[in-house]
């Protein structure tokens, strides 16, 4: 079954992702105390994902160690084909999503995890960008399941 492995957030942008066990998310506005929390949320910024499985090839690949939490996605996911679900709803726990698009990685992640390569190898493997739908809590371990 797919679940949440690991949760990351940071209050502002481009210092380290602390890794936490939950988080609290507020529909249309994102994760409290995260950098991209706003009263009028762009869809793009609430919440991010990311398969572990891709992680761990990208890490056996080349012969790296790079922790999950510094892929700088919120949730990292175990047991689930993300790039499947776009256009779909999950829910998280208690919380409801709905997918909006693949989450590309980007000039930033390549400098922070001085890897040239993460770009190309992460093109289709960066995860996703979903709308909060529903207001509750999310805790490592919790369920995702795709409802529509």
Request: aromatic share 6%.
């Given at each position: ?33 995260d ?73 930033h ?18 995860g ?20 529509t």
């Amino acid at each position: 079954m797919a679940e949440v492995l690991k949760i990351g957030i940071t209050a502002k942008n481009n210092q380290s992702i602390k890794e936490v066990n939950s988080i609290e998310v507020i529909a249309n506005k994102g994760i409290i105390g995260d950098r991209h929390f706003h009263e009028f949320n762009d869809p793009y910024n609430q919440l991010s994902l990311i398969e572990s499985e891709g992680i761990d090839e990208y890490n056996m690949r080349f012969d790296l160690n790079i922790s999950y939490i510094d892929f700088r996605r919120n949730l990292v996911t175990k047991g689930i084909k993300l790039n499947d679900l776009i256009g779909k709803k999950l829910s998280v726990g208690n919380v409801k999503l709905e997918v909006i698009d693949l989450c590309r990685p980007c000039r930033h992640l390549t400098e922070m995890l001085k890897q040239k390569n993460i770009l190309k190898e992460f093109l289709r493997k960066g995860g996703l960008r979903c709308q909060i739908l529903s207001s509750s809590k999310i805790c490592v371990g919790d369920k995702i399941e795709v409802l529509t």
